[in-house]
């Protein structure tokens, strides 16, 4: 009896390291990738330990014109990714914050005060449900029309509306579970219905509200679509600029698993910090 | 709740500001969806493309060519019919092991459980264009993959994933089931974790069998949970764009184009709006019905309890 739980238990390791290994592998190729020189990206048999490991592929993304070593004579010509850096780092926090307050007021609107009707929560769901392709095509033509083609201004409204659907229905979640008593007590001490909101039910759910935040950080920061289609020099994002430089550059495979990984680290850091939030993130708060 | 009403002040009556806390949301809606979506009716229904030189609204009108124009479109009905079919193969898949990992997870006791399910949920965190990057690497020819394949095999093993239609669309399938099988353990995993555990321990006191139990107790009471997680992930894989846009650019030829993919490239890349609206209004009205059709069971399992 003793033995068979012993052999059971090694299986059920097996079982979980084998899954661990399949899931990691991909990323630690890449990872490994970003570290080799030129002669090793292709070299035969592969090896997961880079045998002369370099910083190049990183430093090449942001100084391409720097003559370090072989790849930035390689890569000379690509463009470098500091501005699509910065336009992501502009972009995605506005749009964030923009989707979060708009979220936190209309959710507070619905769940407090049926606001806009029982239709109104699932309307908003709509932006997630249709392929984005297909605001895509109208989009265009109004933008074109109103000159926000290739600026900040443009992508942040598209993803503040585009990420609204998790931020309500995330918020309105929380929201739900504040108890009405609480601010009904507020009320009577004197306190308008504006200051309740924002001192009573406000900071009952902040920690919810920056889970939310971080989770809508996380969409924006991947979207690829409209960035590829609304920007072309000015507004360009990571994403993009990802998909960009594999074109640029060829097949200049460490610079390109460089800025991938480059590209992932801050999600996986926002991803990590709300991983017990995240079935309800993306379940839109149906699945708690 | 008559108590804001006391201090007559018109922002502070329900109604007000209910209407005024909605407002931004309804601006933005208006801007970004609603007038967007009037624009795409008008343009399906002319023919337009920017490099006419009139502007959009001079466009001549078209009535339904454009409609017709693509139920006898076989680019376009080729694409919709393989985004469907990599729809079920990718979500069904998804599902059938994202079940099986989750019921271990809940059933077998082993250590640092908590650690390897974190460890298992990085993909679905990733930009889509970062995961297909990665597996455009792993299956490059002279790739990780092909070199595992060599070593197994022998040197004919070694394959030219993108030179072939069928593989290069299984290469995109499995870099999707890699980056959203953690999505479907993760709500199926905490589904398990919420069930109620006395119905079980009934059914274990009178001797039920654990797949029994497993399929009279515990499918049963996960199935709204279940169908949840089905129809926004197929909602969400039927959008595919990035993995195919990055992986193969829907090469060979166009035989791994998605419907996304498609649409991209006739409305923006050959600049047809006129054409690209219409083929997104077939889409936006057939997955409008299917979405309807797949939360009819939701809503009959809700309604019931």
């Known amino acids: 009896m003793h033995k068979r739980t012993w052999v059971s238990g090694l299986i059920r390791w097996g079982i979980v390291l084998a899954i661990s290994v399949l899931t990691l592998t991909p990323v630690v190729w890449v990872l490994s990738l970003s570290f080799k020189p030129p002669q090793e990206w292709l070299a035969y048999p592969p090896t997961l330990i880079p045998r002369q490991p370099t910083l190049e592929n990183y430093l090449v993304l942001f100084w391409p014109g720097n003559p370090v070593g072989v790849v930035s004579e390689m890569v000379r010509t690509a463009e470098p990714v ?58 265009l033509v109004y933008y074109r029309s109103l000159g926000l083609i290739d600026t900040h201004l443009g992508l942040i409204l598209m993803y503040t509306t585009f990420t609204l659907a998790f931020s309500l229905w995330m918020i309105k979640g929380f929201i739900d579970s504040v108890p009405r008593h609480i601010e009904e007590a507020a009320i009577l ?59 640029a550059v060829g097949r200049y ?36 | 709740m008559h108590l804001s009403t006391r201090w007559g002040r018109w922002w502070e009556e329900d109604r007000w500001m209910g209407q005024l806390l909605i407002l931004p949301m309804q601006l933005l809606i208006w801007f970004v969806l609603i007038i967007p979506m009037l624009i795409v009716i008008y343009l399906s229904l002319v023919s337009w493309q920017p490099i006419m030189g009139v502007d959009w609204w001079q466009a001549p009108f078209a009535g339904l060519r454009n409609y017709a124009q693509a139920l006898q479109d076989q680019r376009f009905l080729s694409a919709l019919g393989r985004t469907i079919g990599l729809v079920l193969a990718a979500v069904g898949l998804e599902f059938l092991l994202g079940l099986a990992l989750a019921l271990f997870f809940h059933y077998q006791e082993f250590p640092a459980k908590r650690i390897f399910s974190s460890i298992i949920l990085y993909p679905m965190m990733l930009p889509w264009v970062v995961v297909g990057l990665c597996f455009y690497l792993l299956f490059l020819d002279k790739g990780p993959v092909n070199y595992v394949l060599i070593q197994l095999f022998g040197p004919g093993a070694s394959v030219q994933w993108y030179q072939n239609p069928l593989l290069a669309l299984m290469t995109i399938v499995l870099a999707d089931i890699w980056q959203w099988t953690p999505f479907m353990f993760l709500v199926i995993y905490s589904g398990l974790g919420a069930l109620p555990p006395e119905p079980v321990e009934a059914a274990m006191t009178l001797g039920a069998s654990r797949w029994q139990i497993f399929r009279h ?35 060979p030829g166009t035989s791994t184009e998605s419907l996304s993919l498609y649409l991209y490239r006739t409305g923006f890349v050959y600049g047809q709006l006129s054409y690209a609206a219409a083929m997104a209004l077939l889409v936006l009205i057939l997955v409008a019905l299917v979405a309807r059709l797949m939360v009819r069971p939701l809503e009959m399992e809700l309604e019931s309890r």
Do not use: C
Request: no cysteine; charged share 10%; proline share 6%.
């Open chain 1, 82 to 139: 500091t501005r699509a850096f910065i336009n992501s780092l502009i972009i995605v926090p506005i749009s964030t914050a923009l989707s979060i307050i708009i979220g936190f007021l209309a959710a507070y609107g619905i769940s407090r005060f049926r606001a806009g009707g029982n239709f109104l929560p699932f309307s908003v769901l709509t932006t997630r449900m249709f392929p984005p392709i297909a605001f895509a095509v109208p989009l």
């Open chain 1, 189 to 247: 001490d004197g306190a308008s219905r504006w200051r309740v909101m924002f001192t009573i039910t406000l900071p009952l759910i902040r920690g919810g509200l920056a889970a939310a935040a971080l989770f809508v950080f996380i969409m924006n920061w991947t979207e690829f679509l409209f960035a590829l289609i609304f920007t072309s020099r000015f507004a360009v994002t990571l994403p993009v600029q990802v998909s960009r430089y594999a074109g």
């Open chain 1, 253 to 288: 495979y460490g610079p390109q698993a460089a800025l991938g990984i480059v590209a992932s680290i801050p999600v996986l850091v926002a991803g990590y910090m709300i991983q017990r939030y995240l079935v309800r993130a993306f379940t839109f708060g149906l699945v708690k």
């Open chain 2, 217 to 251: 107790i515990v499918l049963p009471m996960l199935k709204p949970v279940i169908l949840i997680a089905l129809i926004i992930r197929s909602l969400e894989a039927f959008k595919i764009f990035d993995l195919v846009y990055i992986m193969t650019g829907g090469g």
